[in-house]
């Protein structure tokens, strides 16, 4: 973002007019990810990511989710404005789920950083929220764990509290790493009802050349 006063003309935030993103920051992820696919022996689903997990966006997002920073939450907004938004989907069909937190986890941070970036993305999309999954307080974070063990991490960590309401249900995340979070949390959705259409989407996926599968290979 350093590069924002040498370069012009600027992208600017969702709410206001002053400068936010320059065209040179803004052309180094925009509208470059393809579609991922995030699967195991069984089911797939694919994931909409806005731009890599990668520095200055990495720094971004960790700024917001570990400091509360409003100046970072406004690039991320600025980010999910290019989500893919997945096909078909409409307040009359589908929910946006966002990934919970527990309340170890709330207690520590003091507030949810997917559920505020879900509100915005609600209100891009017009499409309804639903927070009928529950996560149960595991005492073992993901971070630097290898993909076999995140998997059985949070393998039954999530459960449903409520009836999917939609056919489709939109999985929200603010980073997707190996995708076992989010896999656990359509495998909840999938046990109860196994013909729901599930779709996940982030902010920040992998790196260049370090990702996911890329979804129809």
Same mark, same amino acid.
């Not at 999938?190 to 982030?202: F, L, P």
């Given at each position: 973002?350093?590069?924002?006063?040498?370069?012009?003309?600027?992208?600017?935030?969702?709410?206001?007019?002053?400068?936010?993103?320059?065209?040179?920051?803004?052309?180094?992820?925009?509208?470059?990810?393809?579609?991922?696919?995030?699967?195991?022996?069984?089911?797939?689903?694919?994931?909409?990511?806005?731009?890599?997990?990668?520095?200055?966006?990495?720094?971004?997002?960790?700024?917001?989710?570990?400091?509360?920073?409003?100046?970072?939450?406004?690039?991320?907004?600025?980010?999910?404005?290019?989500?893919?938004?997945?096909?078909?989907?409409?307040? @009359? %069909? &589908?929910?946006?789920?966002?990934?919970?937190?527990? #309340?170890? *986890? =709330?207690?520590?941070?003091?507030?949810?950083?997917? +559920?505020?970036?879900?509100?915005?993305?609600?209100?891009?999309?017009?499409?309804?929220?639903?927070?009928?999954?529950?996560?149960? @307080? %595991? &005492?073992?974070?993901?971070?630097?764990?290898?993909? #076999?063990? *995140? =998997?059985?991490?949070?393998?039954?960590?999530?459960? +449903?509290?409520?009836?999917?309401?939609?056919?489709?249900?939109?999985?929200?995340?603010?980073?997707?790493?190996?995708?076992?979070?989010?896999? &656990?949390?359509?495998?909840?959705?999938?046990?109860?009802?196994?013909?729901?259409?599930?779709?996940?989407?982030?902010?920040?996926?992998?790196?260049?050349?370090?990702?996911?599968?890329?979804?129809?290979?």
């Amino acid at each position: 973002m350093e590069h924002a006063t040498q370069h012009a003309p600027f992208y600017h935030a969702p709410f206001y007019r002053t400068p936010l993103l320059c065209i040179y920051c803004h052309a180094q992820w925009a509208d470059r990810l393809p579609i991922f696919v995030i699967r195991d022996d069984k089911q797939e689903m694919p994931l909409y990511a806005a731009a890599y997990y990668e520095v200055p966006l990495k720094r971004v997002m960790t700024v917001f989710k570990d400091k509360a920073n409003v100046s970072s939450l406004m690039v991320l907004y600025h980010l999910m404005r290019y989500v893919r938004r997945p096909q078909g989907v409409s307040a @009359d %069909n &589908a929910v946006l789920v966002p990934t919970p937190t527990t #309340g170890t *986890r =709330l207690v520590e941070r003091g507030f949810h950083p997917v +559920l505020i970036l879900t509100k915005y993305l609600s209100f891009l999309w017009q499409i309804p929220i639903w927070q009928g999954i529950s996560r149960l @307080d %595991n &005492a073992i974070h993901q971070r630097g764990l290898s993909r #076999g063990e *995140r =998997l059985q991490n949070v393998k039954h960590d999530f459960y +449903l509290t409520g009836t999917l309401p939609t056919r489709h249900a939109i999985l929200v995340d603010d980073v997707v790493t190996t995708g076992s979070t989010l896999l &656990a949390m359509a495998n909840a959705i999938w046990s109860e009802h196994a013909t729901a259409k599930v779709h996940a989407v982030c902010v920040l996926h992998g790196r260049e050349g370090i990702h996911l599968p890329v979804w129809g290979r």
